[in-house]
């Protein structure tokens, strides 16, 4: 009777390779991407993009590894970030890149949350600010139009618009001299 083959350790299989095209109409046009300088897995490690480049408006994210970039239809391996820049500073047009993307630590998890809980913050708080001088404006245009005739229409929008920006410009230095805590979140394991 044959004996089973011996059953081997498989680890998961490695992420899929990415395709992204970027458009990069100009050889002066920046991409908007920095790279660690060495070598990472066989590739360029993505280590910051600028917001709202064309590599970021392209879906690339920091800790993403290029491993290659195809050009007119030639594949170049990535060495490293130097070779990375050195390829695509020069290059126009459609850039294909073979990115492979990697899952975030768990301190690069908790820090994305962080983020998000701080822009969601900033955006009620902005919200909030905006709503009250939306408010403020209706209130100010009742008593305007109460007290004006057609010919003063005109000035009454100066005066409005005036008052709005006094008083959102006092409700943001409110609300920015007043330090809110930062919680962390209840477990970060």
Same mark, same amino acid.
């Given at each position: 009777?044959?004996?089973?083959?011996?059953?081997?350790?498989?680890? /998961?299989?490695?992420?899929?390779?990415?395709?992204?095209?970027?458009?990069?109409?100009?050889?002066?046009?920046?991409?908007?991407?920095?790279?660690?300088?060495?070598?990472?897995?066989?590739?360029?490690?993505?280590?910051?993009?600028?917001? +709202?480049?064309?590599?970021?408006? +392209?879906?690339?994210?920091?800790?993403?590894?290029?491993?290659?970039?195809?050009?007119?239809?030639?594949?170049?391996?990535?060495?490293?970030?130097?070779?990375?820049?050195?390829?695509?500073? /020069? $290059?126009? +047009?459609?850039?294909?890149?073979?990115?492979?993307?990697?899952?975030?630590?768990?301190?690069?998890? $908790?820090?994305?949350?962080? =983020?998000?809980?701080?822009?969601?913050?900033?955006?009620?708080?902005?919200?909030?600010?905006?709503?009250? $001088?939306?408010?403020?404006? =209706?209130?100010?245009?009742?008593?305007?139009?109460?007290?004006?005739?057609?010919?003063?229409?005109?000035?009454?929008?100066?005066?409005?618009?005036?008052?709005?920006?006094?008083?959102?410009?006092?409700?943001?230095?409110?609300? $920015?001299?007043?330090?809110?805590?930062?919680?962390?979140? /209840?477990?970060?394991?």
């Amino acid at each position: 009777m044959p004996s089973a083959p011996p059953m081997r350790a498989i680890g /998961p299989p490695p992420l899929p390779l990415l395709t992204i095209p970027i458009h990069k109409r100009l050889t002066r046009d920046r991409l908007g991407v920095s790279f660690m300088p060495e070598p990472v897995e066989g590739g360029a490690l993505i280590s910051a993009l600028e917001w +709202g480049s064309i590599a970021w408006r +392209g879906n690339l994210r920091p800790g993403d590894i290029v491993k290659s970039v195809i050009i007119d239809g030639e594949e170049h391996p990535m060495e490293g970030g130097y070779s990375a820049a050195k390829l695509l500073r /020069p $290059a126009c +047009g459609v850039i294909r890149l073979r990115v492979r993307r990697r899952k975030p630590t768990r301190d690069e998890a $908790a820090a994305r949350r962080i =983020q998000s809980v701080l822009r969601g913050m900033c955006v009620r708080t902005d919200l909030h600010v905006r709503t009250l $001088a939306a408010e403020h404006i =209706q209130g100010t245009w009742r008593r305007a139009s109460a007290m004006a005739n057609l010919a003063d229409a005109l000035w009454a929008v100066d005066v409005i618009q005036a008052a709005a920006f006094l008083y959102v410009e006092r409700k943001r230095r409110v609300r $920015a001299s007043v330090r809110r805590p930062i919680r962390s979140p /209840p477990r970060l394991e």
